[in-house]
């Protein structure tokens, strides 16, 4: 990850200046633990009181209707949420014990460490399809040993070597959607994230792009803590384990997890009566 | 190999589905184009004659509105009104489109026809220490050289200026966006003689440079709200993207959003270039015009196409007179060149955002 070649790297581990630095890139998947999490959008409240703990190495989904603050919850877990100007949080999310809203911590470094792929994929068209997957280390500064090797790691990890390894220096552009959105989740695994949060990857793809990204999900799932938005219920029983269910009472009242819990109980025999309305079909 | 068997089974039963044609003008179309043109026409002649009456504008809005009304007449007699309006509408917005390309072919045609006779070589390459009002001979080198210095240093300032002022007012959105905004699109008012005096105030002594300033200032607006449009056309989802990917906003816009408009800033940069190189009045006041040739573009008076052909067309000198328009030829030819680059580089920032 760093480059240690050049001389004025070759510090002791313990004598990089940030103490926060040393784990970042490290990759070790993280659990990321939200506390009593309530969102706004101006004085509109949007998310009350969400608490959710999604485990290290452990592919958790976040189910529920349309509206329901699934994705500002998701925004909320890498502080995206933020980055609309009137919006508003409360309560905590903790990165491996670590308030990412607190001090320890700045904006950057959270997002190096909670990655995200975006619903439409959304490749830098500037940019070749290599320069796409080094983006996020050009993006944050990040200087690397062996650029070429990186590529191929993650590329391969997304699932996308075989199909691209001969046109790296084509654009990212130049692919089918699918393709685009296995180097979206190529672009974030090269910064090395500890959770990548995944906010309906599938829902611009087409049935047999959504299973080559279900196989890659699954295939990273033992390196990195992912998090899942999704609308299809099939979907989150192929690729979760822990699974949570948002709704929101009427228009007016903001969105709360109903219940969360391992998937296959919240499929087969959910607590809560809405739950087991939603994923019998029998709404949303 | 799957198309040529769809090939071969087309070709076996030839006329089962032969593309309709559903394009081309039937006779009917073509017809009542060219009865209701032929109407039109003889309407004008006939006015003109019984009137005794010469005017071009008058003749031209005439038999528009006859061609107009008669061809609707016509399309009216053969379907419902509401094609028929269709049908009008269409020709409307043609009619109006080709004046425009008229009036374009016009102005730059006329140009041409009077600035080709003096147009040679040594036009271009010679000064006009020579040129005497009566023989020919002499150029307009040292115009070119000032108009060049003049309008290359304006854009080296003015560019880079604007672009920032743009990523203000679009990336970063600060609190002075709105006076910031407020003020530029004020200066895209700014009479251009009032640029050129308030250099001159400032510096009271003839330079390319001055003109250069007076030129930059008057370029602003003009870059800086063609660069913010076109910032505007980067879809927020590769900013997200970014900064989702734990990049500081200014690596954002430096790596993500500027490359991505890139070929989109170079037309607003060009469109600016040309705004400001056929400007005369404030180049007069800071620069002032010459015969003779100099390059230094920080000491001395500095001549320029603009100024050049405002100087020469301003003589009672058939000579003279032929020369300014020879300048006016090239100084759209260059701003021709300018535009046709502008496109070229914009359409190709297109393909690549399309993958192609």
């Known amino acids: 990850m760093w480059d240690i070649s050049s001389p004025t790297q070759e510090l002791p581990e313990q004598e990089v200046p940030h103490q926060t630095r040393p784990n970042l890139g490290s990759g070790t998947p993280a659990s990321l633990i939200a506390t009593d999490v309530s969102a706004w959008f101006g004085s509109r409240k949007v998310l009350q009181r969400c608490s959710l703990r999604m485990e290290a190495r452990q592919v958790t989904a976040l189910i529920g209707p349309s509206g329901c603050g699934k994705s500002t919850f998701l925004r909320i877990l890498n502080r995206m949420h933020e980055v609309i100007r009137v919006a508003k949080v409360a309560g905590s999310v903790e990165l491996d014990g670590v308030d990412i809203y607190g001090r320890d911590l700045s904006v950057t470094q959270v997002r190096m460490r909670i990655g995200m792929v975006f619903q439409k994929p959304n490749p830098f068209p500037a940019m070749s399809i290599a320069e796409n997957v080094l983006a996020g280390l050009k993006l944050s500064g990040t200087r690397a040993s062996d650029k070429e090797s990186l590529v191929e790691e993650c590329l391969t990890r997304a699932g996308l070597w075989t199909e691209v390894k001969d046109r790296l220096n084509e654009g990212g552009m130049s692919l089918s959607g699918g393709q685009q959105q296995r180097l979206c989740i190529a672009r974030s695994l090269a910064v090395r994230p500890q959770v990548l949060l995944m906010d309906e990857p599938c829902s611009a793809l087409d049935p047999i792009s959504t299973r080559v990204v279900e196989e890659t999900i699954q295939a990273i799932a033992d390196d990195v803590t992912i998090v899942i938005v999704t609308h299809n219920m099939q979907q989150a029983q192929r690729v979760s384990q822990e699974c949570a269910f948002f709704l929101v009472e009427d228009q007016r009242s903001p969105g709360r997890i109903v219940e969360s819990g391992p998937t296959a109980k919240l499929f087969s025999d959910p607590d809560d009566d809405r739950t087991l309305a939603y994923v019998t079909g029998r709404f949303g | ?356």
């Open chain 2, 1 to 356: 190999m799957e198309v040529a068997s769809f090939v071969s089974v087309e070709a076996a039963i030839p006329d089962m589905d032969r593309p309709r044609d559903i394009r081309s003008t039937t006779r009917e179309v073509i017809t009542e184009y060219v009865t209701a043109a032929v109407v039109a026409l003889y309407t004008v002649i006939l006015l003109r004659m019984v009137l005794d009456w010469h005017g071009l504008f008058g003749s031209i809005l005439i038999f528009l509105l006859v061609f107009l009304t008669v061809h609707y007449a016509l399309v009216r007699q053969s379907t419902t009104k509401e094609l028929a309006t269709d049908r009008l509408t269409t020709t409307l917005i043609w009619s109006v489109g080709i004046i425009v390309v008229a009036i374009l072919v016009w102005i730059f045609g006329f140009t041409a026809l009077k600035g080709f006779k003096k147009f040679s070589w040594s036009f271009l390459t010679e000064d006009s220490r020579t040129a005497s009002p009566l023989h020919d001979g002499g150029g307009v080198s040292q115009a070119i050289v000032g108009s060049l210095e003049q309008v290359g240093v304006a854009a080296l300032v003015s560019v880079p200026i604007s672009i920032l002022t743009a990523v203000y007012l679009h990336e970063l959105q600060g609190r002075l966006a709105r006076p910031i905004r407020f003020i530029v699109e004020g200066l895209a008012g700014l009479p251009s003689i009032v640029a050129g005096l308030l250099i001159f105030t400032i510096w009271p002594k003839f330079a390319g440079v001055h003109a250069a300033a007076a030129l930059g200032i008057l370029m602003l607006p003009t870059v800086t709200r063609t660069s913010e449009e076109i910032l505007r056309t980067v879809p927020d989802s590769l900013r997200e993207a970014a900064l989702a990917l734990g990049a500081p906003q200014w690596r954002v816009v430096l790596r993500v959003v500027l490359p991505t408009a890139k070929s989109g800033l170079l037309t607003a940069a060009i469109l600016g270039i040309a705004r400001a190189i056929g400007e005369t009045a404030p180049v007069l006041l800071t620069a002032f015009d010459t015969s003779i040739m100099n390059k230094n573009p920080f000491d001395g008076p500095q001549a320029s196409l603009p100024t050049y052909a405002w100087a020469n067309v301003r003589v009672p000198n058939q000579l003279q007179n032929d020369r300014a328009w020879s300048a006016a030829l090239l100084l759209l030819m260059i701003v021709l060149v300018l535009f046709v680059l502008a496109r070229a580089i914009g359409a190709r920032g297109a393909k690549r955002l399309q993958g192609r």
